[in-house]
Structure formats: structure tokens, C-alpha cells
């Protein structure tokens, strides 16, 4: 068995709102070879091109418009598929999709954020902005019969190219845990390093024999990962096989159970890293829209925020009345960084 894993982030930068961290795990039976043999440390199986497998029913890109094909669900870099203001649907197609290939059928708010990131939900239990969207139905920009009719088609396009798609988990970090990791992480870009292997070992775990490669997109500036990683998987010895700018590569564990892991630039181009991508961009919108209501509504003439530096502080600034009203401690509402 071959196993492909990608992983990807949303909500790195921002002060105000979670840091999301998702990976998705496919198998396949045996290698398929495509094209290009240096995508990822220039070894075969990890280059199996998922685009091409899956062409009837995933597209890397959303459909142009007027298009009349509807059979295919964009699988890609968020950035691509969501922008502020521009609606949810090319995001939940795909995720609704992907996530009724693992047996999960949410209907609401809290239903999504159990299918995704089910370690979350106690978190969020004691923060006021989360409590009141908990059964807000889901989701927003499809309705039922599209849904149902991609969902069939997808699960029968993996069926036909013999893959399966084995999980699809997310890890959201908050506010107050995000401060509590800076003070165990030399840095923020530690911290996002830290708990990307940390759930890329968790979703390793379960697997069986074969090989397995995974895909992260570039932390930063770094180029070396092998400390990192010894970190999370102390038993074996990591095996560097390039460290550079474009992509970083290493490989551990027995003959009959291989990883291989790529730290590479715009990995949202592998196919599960882009299913990574959604799932943490959508979880990071629901979870700032949230924020966003919370105080727009105790707050009049207040403006939502993506939570960027600048406009985070003009945000914070413009809240600091209501919070202290509401008692909400600057601990769970502001990332020191």
C-alpha cells in the first residue's frame, strides 16, 4: 500500500482568531508513476499524480463560469477557490464531498468542527463567540441535492481509480494556547513546525505496512527540518536527503514501512496538501465569522476583521469597552504574535 499525506495551514499571520493545521491521508494500492520524477525527492510514488487518477471527478481549479460540468469538485489551494466576500461554495463542494468519503455527513456549525477537528470542540466550549454558532446549519452556499448528487459521483470516482481517502483531520490552536506554546517554542514559525509534525505523526500512526510520503508546504525561511523531526519521531533516524530552498527531504523508518517527508515551496500543488488547505481555510472562516458577529453585534458601526496585524489592533482597540463588559480576558481573544 502507498499512503499520501499533505498537510497545510491557515491563519499563520493573524492576531486575532485560531491557527488551523490540517493533513489528509490517501491510499492506493501501487505506485502510478507520473511525469515528473523530482516533485518530491525525486521518488516515484510520492509523485502520483492525483489530478490525473481522479480527472473525472476532481479538478485543480474551480469551474470557469457558464461551465456545464458539474460532475467534478475543485480539490485545491484555497486561495484559489475562497475570497473574502466571494461565497463558500467551491470550498464546501469539495470538503461536503471528501468528507461523506470518510462516513461524516455534518449538518451544522458544531457538526463540522466535530468531522474535522473533533479535539477542538471542548476549547471552544468556553469561548462566547464559538457558543452562540454552535447549531448554525452548514452548509452555507450548497444546497442538499448538489450535495447529494457529488457526493455519489466522488465516492464512485475514487472507487473506479482505486483510491481511498483515509482520513482528514484538522488542529486548531487558539488564542490561549497558542501564547502558552510561544513560551515552549523559540519562535512562532517553531510553534507551526511543531504542531504540523505533531499531527502528521498522529495521522502516521495508524497506518500500515507500505510506503508513505508526506508533503508540507515550507515553514518560512527554514530550510532544515531534521532536528524537528527527530523531535517527533525519536526512534528512527532521520536521513537527510537535500536541504534547500525550494524543498527539504528526509526519510526514515523500516524497509517495509518507509516515510518520506518534503518540506517543499506551494506544496498546496499535491493534491492532498490542497484538500489540507480547504479544510483549515474553512474552519479559520467559520471560526472568525463567529468572532466577528460576537462583537459587531455589542459594538455598533464596528467593521469584521481578518485579523491581520494592522487592522487586528484597530479592531482591538474598537472592542476594548464590550470586553471588558462581556469579561472576556485578552488571553482568549489576542495571539501575542
Request: aromatic share 8%; glycine share 8%.
Amino acid at each position: 500500500m502507498h499512503y499520501l499525506i499533505g498537510t497545510d495551514e491557515a491563519g499563520y499571520g493573524p492576531n486575532l482568531g485560531p491557527l488551523l493545521i490540517s493533513a489528509s491521508v490517501w491510499a492506493l494500492p501501487e505506485p502510478q508513476v507520473s511525469g515528473d520524477s523530482s516533485a518530491v525527492g525525486g521518488s516515484a510514488p510520492a509523485n502520483t499524480d492525483l489530478y490525473s487518477l481522479l480527472g473525472d471527478v476532481v479538478a485543480a481549479a474551480p469551474p470557469r463560469r457558464g461551465s456545464n460540468n458539474k460532475s467534478q469538485v475543485a480539490i485545491a489551494d484555497s486561495k484559489k477557490l475562497y475570497k473574502p466576500g466571494g461565497g463558500w461554495k467551491h470550498l464546501e463542494r469539495g470538503l461536503w464531498a471528501a468528507m461523506a468519503a470518510l462516513g461524516r455527513h455534518p449538518s451544522d456549525w458544531l457538526d463540522v468542527w466535530k468531522a474535522l477537528s473533533p479535539d477542538s470542540c471542548n476549547a471552544m466550549a468556553s469561548v462566547p463567540w464559538y457558543q452562540q454558532n454552535m447549531q448554525r446549519p452548514l452548509p452555507k452556499d450548497v444546497d442538499a441535492e448538489e450535495i447529494s448528487r457529488l457526493i455519489e459521483v466522488f465516492v464512485e470516482g475514487l472507487a473506479r481509480a482505486g483510491v481511498r481517502l483515509i482520513d482528514l483531520r484538522s488542529r486548531a490552536v487558539f488564542a490561549g494556547q497558542f501564547n502558552a506554546r510561544l513560551n515552549e517554542h523559540v519562535s512562532k514559525g517553531a510553534l507551526l513546525s511543531h504542531e504540523t509534525l505533531d499531527l502528521v505523526a498522529e495521522v502516521v500512526r495508524p497506518l500500515g505496512e507500505g510506503t508513505i510520503h508526506v508533503v508540507c508546504d515550507k515553514h518560512g525561511g527554514r530550510n532544515r527540518y531534521a532536528d524537528l523531526l527527530a523531535d517527533h519521531f525519536p526512534e528512527w533516524l532521520i536521513e537527510i536527503y537535500g536541504e534547500g530552498r525550494l524543498q527539504s527531504v528526509y526519510r526514515f523508518g523500516p524497509p517495509e514501512r518507509r516515510v518520506e517527508i518534503c518540506f517543499q515551496a506551494k506544496g498546496e500543488g499535491f493534491l492532498p496538501a490542497a484538500l489540507a488547505s480547504m479544510a483549515s481555510k474553512y474552519l479559520r472562516e467559520l471560526a472568525m465569522e463567529a468572532l466577528n458577529d460576537f462583537w459587531c453585534q455589542r459594538v455598533e458601526g464596528l467593521r469584521p476583521t481578518a485579523g491581520y496585524p494592522v487592522d487586528a489592533l484597530r479592531f482591538h482597540q474598537a472592542i476594548a469597552k464590550a470586553q471588558a463588559e462581556a469579561g472576556v480576558p485578552d488571553e482568549m481573544l489576542w495571539r501575542r504574535k
